[in-house]
Structure formats: C-alpha cells, structure tokens
C-alpha cells in the first residue's frame, strides 16, 4: 500500500511540472507542493519508505546470540573497521525537515496541520534513534542545510541532548497524530507513534543503566517510566489485543505467514502483496543451503521455552541429554511455530528439520511458508510485523520490573496473557529466581520477574530484530561469544526419526558410508566446524573453528571512515580509532 502512494506521489509531481514555474523540473516548489491536505499527505508518503522492509525483518537477528549460521559476523572476528562501516546518510532526515519548514503553507485547519506535523516528527524520532542507537552522539539537524552552512560540519551533539529532542518529537506526535485505526496496517497512527515511544524510552532507560560509564544513570528511571505510560496508555485504549483466533497451535504464527495483516495485533508491517507485485525473501532465505545465511537456533535458547504446565524444562533432570524428539514435547506452543518438529508439514508432506539447512537440529519457519514455491525466489508475500501489540506489553512489563513496580495485575495483563496464549496452563508469577537463566545468560540478575520478563521476550519476539538491541541496552554482549550447542545426539552412526513420522532423517558420522540409507541426510562431524561435546555422543558444536569476541567498545558503532575525513570535527567513537 504504502509504495503504490510513493508511486502516486511521483506522478502527481510529473503531472504538475508545468506549475513549477522557477524550480526544475525535477525540484518541489514550496509554493505549489504543500497546499491541500492532499499534497501534505503525499509528501508524508514518502517518510514510509525509511521504514523496515521485509527483507530487513527477515534479517533482522543475523548478529544475536541464538542463532549460529555458516559464518559468524564480521564485527565478532575483529576483522571490521571503520573503513567498512556505513549508515552516516543524512537524505532522509533533510526530506523530513524541509517538509517541517514548509508544511504550514498550507491553509488548512489547525487541527490537521497538527496531525501532519505529528507525522513528520514521528519519522524524525524514528531517524535519529536509528542514529543514536548505532553511533550514540551524533550531530543534531531539525533545519534544512545549504552547502554553504557551517552546520554541516559540526561536532557531535550529546546523546543526551539529542534524545531530549526526539522525546520532544515522540510526544507531540502521540498527541496530534489521529487515533484512527488502520485496518491495514500500512499507516502511522496514534498508537504506533505511543507503542514506539514506548520502544524507544525502554532502549534509552536501560542502557542508561546498565552503561554507567555514559555517566547517565540518575535519568534511566525517567526514561523506564515514560516507557511505561506510553505502553500503557496503548493498553487502556483498547484498540489492539493478542491475537487468539484459531487454535492456539496456530494463532501465534498466524501473524507471519499471510499476506494481510492480521491488525488484530499488528500495528503496523512491512506489507507484501503479490498482485503488486512486493516481495520478501524469506522461504529463499530460510530454506536454501546457498542463498541465506543458514541460520539455526542454538540449544541454550530452546531450553528457555518452558513447559505446557508453565514448568521449567531445565528443572527437569537430564534436559541437556534428552534426544530431540523427547525435548520438544509438550513445551510452551510458540515451540512449534518457531521451529520443525513432530507435526510441521509442508505440502501435506511431514517434513522434519533438514540438515541441508540447519547445524543444529533447531531449524527456523517462523518466517516460511508451507508452499515449497518460493524456496528458491524471492517471491514471499506474507507481510511482516515492523510493531505488534505483544511488543508493547513486553515494553511495560519490563519497564515496569525495570523500576520494581511489576504488579501481580500488570503481570497478568502483560506476561501472562502471552503465556495464555501459548497455551501454558499455569501463567501465574514466578516465586524464585530460574538458575537456569542465572548461569547461563544473567549472573548479576536475581529477580525473578526481571528474568522470567527477559526469558519472555526472548521467545515472544526472536527473529524480529530485537535481539541485538537487547544485548545492547543490557550491556551483555558477551552472550555473543557463547557456545553454539545443538540438538544431542544419542549415538553416532545411528539414523534417527527427528518428526516421529516413522521415517529416519539423519544420522551423524565421521564420513559419508558407501551404501547410503535411503531419505537419510549423513551429517559429518569432523572433530573441527563441528563436534559433539563426547566421543560418541553429545550434543552437537557447531562452528567451533571461528574465533568470535565482543568488546566494549564495539556497543557503538564506528563512524565511517570517509566522513571523518570530509569533517575532522567528527571525533571517532572510543575504540574505533
């Protein structure tokens, strides 16, 4: 939807190029362009092409801690530098502002000038904390700037002031933008400008503080609640509710596979549409052993989905040697609609987790859909969640544990209706911290609904682009270095029915034997790219012959090489130099 009004935009302006008496013709005259409510809402059009695609959400967790794929990224093997780095483009914001230095041209009630400049400060918000999240200060622009302006060659403005200036810029968009809801999910309204909002203050209130040596840790506690008001003022509304259509084996991944947007829940997608012809790639990505990135998720993460009785798996005894059919049963629903196992089919086929793709055992379908036709196209058109209303509820129930303040009726309305949702019986709060998530992802947190509040978003929202963030504002990128363990495997040389269809799937050897089992997939382990963690069982390693590190100053991105060249005032981050 929202590329074909680009596409409108384009040719309305081809059509009134006559009027463009002093400007090129290819130039926007302040005088003719921003009139009419019409001209302002085509200009606006334009702002939504800043926003994730597709295929960026496909993407979106390449470089996270639960999934391995056939090489690790390049920012962990120390072979990035600022040489290499991009994302310094400043074209969409001068877009945005000249529309914010014209826009009220137009002789139109006051009311509807609000509602436009809500927008454009909407997408001004959503640019700079992309900025702000990668490079942390950055200069500060709300004017257009001539070649001639000093300003171009400016130091870096302090995060701090900078994010002044986009909360300023979220709340009066969260006042002004209309509250209409989108039966499409293709537009900004009230409640998208307020959900993100409520992204952008949980970012910026735990990094503050967790990162103490930003030296912003007496504001963090600021920004956590107005996280949590602006999530909260999208509850109360009322507009937006889980999705709990259709059996809950379903309801879950239902959000991911269709081409309409399912606005039960969503609030605003990535739209694909097959008649027009708008695609993602993720059956290619996903499925093909040479087009994606291979990427599987690792077993320290699906030990953190719990039981259908809202037990925890790892509190059960040898969970770390149980063979993969057994693991996976009568856990938490969202199991089975993240990844293959006992009952996915594909064409009425069953179809298990296929080593050709997956290292672990743990293979993706999320995102995937159950036609084999575009497993080798990019040819998806099922639209993707950009924000969801399960987000939101993540967001205040973490601010709200964040500053202590996590109710027994907020835990109810916000984890435990997720938890409902995946079918878990017993969503009630936790009484004790989980060791499991203590040893193996958060030593220095004992709270036991901080933990359950992380284990849940973890789940709720992996392979939507969240992760990396995560790591980031909780300052744990070491979790990056961690071990990528796999399914365990009983016996080598022993061919074993991963989907209990009655047909074995694969067997794990040293070499490929000379008489092949039919429909079997032989998986090497070479002692090298990947192991088992015993002699003859184990579970599987993979990827263990890549270095990867994490360091501090690798929470912020390097500025590009080139641009601190064209301005020496930029001061490059610490650590980058």
């Known amino acids: 939807m929202k590329r074909l009004l680009t596409l409108l935009t384009i040719m309305t302006c081809i059509s009134c190029q006559d009027a463009f008496e002093l400007y090129p013709p290819d130039r926007l005259s302040p005088a003719t362009a921003f009139n009419t409510a019409d001209d302002l809402q085509l200009y606006v059009n334009s702002f939504y092409n800043n926003l994730p695609t597709g295929n960026t959400i496909v993407r979106g967790d390449a470089l996270s801690d639960y999934l391995v794929g056939r090489s690790p990224s390049q920012y962990l093997t120390g072979t990035f530098n600022a040489a290499q780095a991009t994302g310094w483009g400043w074209g969409a914001l001068r877009n945005i502002n000249y529309f914010l230095e014209h826009f009220r041209k137009a002789e139109i009630p006051e009311e509807e000038l609000n509602h436009y400049e809500g927008m454009a400060r909407f997408f001004r918000a959503w640019f700079y904390y992309d900025k702000v999240k990668q490079f942390g200060d950055v200069p500060w622009y709300d004017t257009v700037l001539d070649v001639a302006d000093e300003d171009l060659y400016k130091p870096r403005d302090p995060r701090s002031m900078v994010m002044e200036q986009v909360l300023a810029d979220l709340d009066f968009a969260g006042t002004h933008i209309r509250p209409n809801k989108d039966n499409t999910a293709s537009f900004v309204?009230?409640?998208?400008?307020?959900?993100?909002?409520?992204?952008?203050?949980?970012?910026?209130?735990?990094?503050?503080?967790?990162?103490?040596?930003?030296?912003?840790?007496?504001?963090?506690?600021?920004?956590?609640?107005?996280?949590?008001?602006?999530?909260?003022?999208?509850?109360?509304?009322?507009?937006?509710?889980?999705?709990?259509?259709?059996?809950?084996?379903?309801?879950?991944?239902?959000?991911?596979?269709h081409e309409t947007p399912n606005t039960t829940e969503i609030m605003l997608a990535a739209v694909n549409s097959l008649d027009l012809r708008v695609f993602n790639d993720a059956n290619w990505y996903w499925t093909s052993a040479t087009y994606g990135g291979r990427y599987s998720f690792i077993k320290s993460f699906i030990n953190t989905f719990l039981m259908r009785d809202g037990s925890r798996f790892t509190d059960r005894g040898g969970y770390d040697e149980m063979p993969f059919w057994e693991e996976v049963e009568d856990r938490d629903l969202r199991l089975q609609q993240v990844i293959r196992m006992r009952g996915y089919e594909r064409e009425g086929v069953p179809t298990p987790p296929s080593f050709t793709y997956t290292y672990t055992g743990y293979h993706p379908l999320k995102f995937t859909l159950d036609s084999r036709r575009t497993d080798g196209v990019a040819e998806n058109n099922n639209s993707l969640p950009i924000m969801r209303y399960a987000e939101v509820l993540l967001n205040y129930a973490e601010a709200r544990a964040e500053l202590g303040t996590l109710t027994q009726a907020a835990w109810e309305l916000t984890i435990g209706k997720l938890r409902e949702r995946a079918g878990l019986t017993d969503t009630g709060m936790p009484s004790s911290a989980d060791n499991y998530l203590m040893g193996t992802y958060f030593p220095e947190i004992s709270d036991p609904l901080l933990l359950e509040v992380r284990r849940e978003r973890g789940i709720e929202l992996c392979l939507e682009g969240f992760r990396f963030d995560d790591l980031v504002r909780w300052r744990k990128g070491e979790l990056l270095e961690m071990p990528h363990d796999g399914m365990y495997v009983p016996e080598m040389d022993t061919a074993y029915d991963l989907n209990s269809d009655g047909n074995p799937d694969v067997a794990?050897?040293?070499?490929?034997?000379?008489?092949?089992?039919?429909?079997?997939?032989?998986?090497?382990?070479?002692?090298?790219?990947?192991?088992?963690?015993?002699?003859?069982?184990?579970?599987?390693?993979?990827?263990?012959?890549?270095?990867?590190?994490?360091?501090?100053?690798q929470y912020f991105y390097p500025i590009p090489f080139d641009e601190i060249v064209l301005n020496p005032n930029l001061e490059q981050n610490p650590g980058w130099e």
């Open 189 to 257: 309204n009230k409640w998208v400008a307020l959900g993100f909002k409520s992204r952008v203050c949980l970012f910026e209130g735990t990094l503050r503080k967790y990162h103490p040596e930003l030296g912003l840790q007496e504001t963090a506690d600021f920004w956590l609640e107005q996280a949590a008001e602006a999530a909260q003022e999208v509850i109360e509304n009322g507009q937006y509710q889980l999705n709990m259509q259709g059996p809950l084996e379903l309801s879950y991944r239902n959000l991911f596979i």
């Open 508 to 553: 794990f050897v040293t070499q490929t034997p000379q008489n092949p089992a039919e429909g079997v997939y032989y998986f090497i382990i070479d002692g090298n790219q990947h192991k088992l963690t015993g002699q003859s069982n184990g579970k599987i390693i993979a990827m263990d012959n890549f270095v990867r590190r994490f360091e501090d100053h």
